[in-house]
Nanobody, 124 residues
Framework: QVRLVESGGGLVQAGGSLRLSCTAS????????MGWFRQAPGKEREFVAA????????YYSDSVKGRFTISRDNAKNTVYLQMNSLKSEDTAVYYC?????????????????WGPGTQVTVSS
């Protein structure tokens, strides 16, 4: 079982930036695809971004494409989500997830391990 812990959330003004980090521990391996999801108040959890095991392919939701960048450092067992040009609608709890396959997925049901989440609040 992989344990995930997110960090880097907080309060930021619209137009600002934040970088989220997710560090894995336990039975870690580079053969995991990683994803970021988010859940806003009163809404279902939604896909944000994902990266395959080798950091060679990335996927983004249409709502964040061009503003967010996902990357990973397998030597540090860490995946990042750089968020730029933040909008109030980006306010949510952001979750990191790991999938025991080398290819990434946009479907939350394909992920095996989840972090507790980190709050991101964007003020307008």
């Amino acid at each position: 079982q992989v344990r995930l812990v997110e960090s880097g959330g907080g309060l930021v003004q619209a137009g600002g930036s934040l970088r989220l980090s997710c560090t894995a521990s336990g039975r870690t391996s580079s053969d995991y695809a990683m994803g970021w999801f988010r859940q806003a108040p009163g809404k279902e959890r939604e896909f944000v971004a994902a990266v395959n095991w080798s950091n060679s392919r990335t996927y983004y939701s249409d709502s964040v494409k061009g503003r967010f960048t996902i990357s990973r450092d397998n030597a540090k067992n860490t995946v990042y989500l750089q968020m730029n040009s933040l909008k109030s609608e980006d306010t949510a709890v952001y979750y990191c997830a790991a999938r025991r396959y080398i290819s990434a997925s946009t479907n939350e049901n394909d992920y095996d391990s989840w972090g507790p989440g980190t709050q991101v609040t964007v003020s307008s």
